[in-house]
Each structure stands twice: as C-alpha cells, then as structure tokens.
C-alpha cells in the first residue's frame, strides 16, 4: 500500500484524500493517506470559525460549479433541502427543492438553495454586481456617466489593451469607465493589490467570460424567458447552494467522512 501525505485539510487537501481512499484495488485500499493541517481548523479559507457561540465565515462562499461531478460531489456529502426553510416561507421564495430531500427546520445535514444578492455601494448608490442592464443602472449612474461609459466601452471594441495585468483584463471586457466604477476600488480592496499588480490570469479564472456581451447575452436570455444553465457565467449565477451551518460545514462533513475511512488507523487528519 503506497503511503500519501497531503499537506492541509482546506477543501483540495479534503477532496484529494477523500478520493485516494475511495481508490480501491479488490475492494482494499490502495493509499495510506494522512492529512497534516497546520492550524485547528478544516475547511482552509473556506472555513466557518466558531466563537462564543456563533458560526463566521472566513469569506460569504457559494458553492456552484458548472461541473457537474463537483455538484454531485457535494450533493452526496449534503443532500439539498426538499422543504421549505422558515425564511423561504416567510418571504414566499420559490425554491428549486429536491423530492424527498431534508427539511432544513429539522435536520442540519442539508443544502440550502439561497438566492443570490451582490451589491457595490458606490455614488451613496447600490449597484448590483455584477452589471445588470436595468433601468436602475443607469438611472443610479445618471446620464453623462452613462454616455461616457458607453462611449468608453465601444473604444475596447476597436482598441484592446495588451493583457499584460488584471487592470488591462477588465477594461478589454468593460471600458475604462465601467472599469474605474466597479472594479478597480473592489479589486484592491478584496485582494490587497492594485489590479495593475495583479496578473491577467487572475481575472480569466475570477470573472471567466463575464463580459458586456455576457450582459447583454445574459439579459436577452431572461427577456425572452430561455434558460441556459450549462452556459451560464459563474459569476451570474441567481442561486447556489449553501450548508446550513456555512461553509466549514461541508468540509467538517468531508473531514469525519475521510477519518470514518480510517477505521485502521489512529487518526488520518493530524491538527
Ligand atoms: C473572500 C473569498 C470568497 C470566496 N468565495 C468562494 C465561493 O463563493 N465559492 C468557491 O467555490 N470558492 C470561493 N473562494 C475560494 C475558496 O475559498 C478556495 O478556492 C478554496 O478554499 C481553496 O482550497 P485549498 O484547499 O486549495 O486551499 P485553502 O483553503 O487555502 O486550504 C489550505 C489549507 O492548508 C493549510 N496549510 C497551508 N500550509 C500548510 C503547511 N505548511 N502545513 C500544514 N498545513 C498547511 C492551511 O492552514 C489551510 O487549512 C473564496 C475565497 C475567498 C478568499
């Protein structure tokens, strides 16, 4: 049996053991696999903090992947709710819920499906994020600076910047001023760093093909009622799942789950 050691128990570390130990050669495992996690903690930076009581999210995380063996991944570690939750009633959301799946009042090991809200407060305005082509926008943006980010949009069409940063990746897709409205401030402040300082690469794997013409694709698909979900942007998503106690939730399951699959051994997560 080849012996594995991961270093950190943050969801790729998790992820990795959990199916080095699922790889089985005559129903008997093929890897030793033991975890070594610097801190107390599972989840990494995905992880829930408790505190007096409380559960904290390191970062708000959503968990949604265009890949479905991800999905399928996380839905077999927490079935998604199959009833309404108490606020889901309250509000009268609709949920896509899934038959036969928990109901969330009563047990913990669930799903939510959550709808999505991400605003920029900018201007004393809240803007939604990312872009939507709504009356609200531009009403909040006012006429000249609309006029001007249209103007200043239709210039990357014929001018494109070489995509030597993350500032030069985001004016290509959205124009100098759209740019300087919604990205540049949020950018710096969310990973510390200017995005001139950060590489393009970066926003390729962040906003992927967020877009205007992503927008614009976006908003026509909604007018005319189609549904494109295989093609839809991560970052336009309207609802993803959530664990009921967080995200740590999910990886504290995943962490019991790869110890429970340690029966031989003392522990396989060494904190
Ligand atoms: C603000 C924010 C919001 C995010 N939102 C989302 C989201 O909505 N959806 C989503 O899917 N992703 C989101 N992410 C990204 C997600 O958190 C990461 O992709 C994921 O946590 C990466 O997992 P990882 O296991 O590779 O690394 P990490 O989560 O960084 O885990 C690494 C682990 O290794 C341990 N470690 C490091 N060095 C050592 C060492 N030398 N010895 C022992 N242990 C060590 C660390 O303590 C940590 O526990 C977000 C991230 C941030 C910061």
Redesign the pocket.
Known sequence: MKKVVI???????LTAGYELLNNKEDNKEKYEVII????N?I????RTVKYNGNRMDI?????FSKDKEVMEFWENLMPIQGENSFDDEKLGREKPLKSGGPNPEKEDNVMLVRNRVSRIYFLKKFFDYPITLKLQTFTNMGLIRTIKAGFSYLKTIFVKKKEDSLENFYINRFGKVLYGMFFEKYTEK?WGRHPSNISADWGAQRVKGVSISAVIKDFFNKLFGRKNKENTETSLIEQFWYPKYGPGQLWETLAKEVEDKGRNYKKRILC
């Open positions: 270093i950190g128990a943050g969801p790729a570390g070594l996690e610097e801190t903690e989840g990494g930076i995905s970062g708000g995380h959503r968990f969310l």
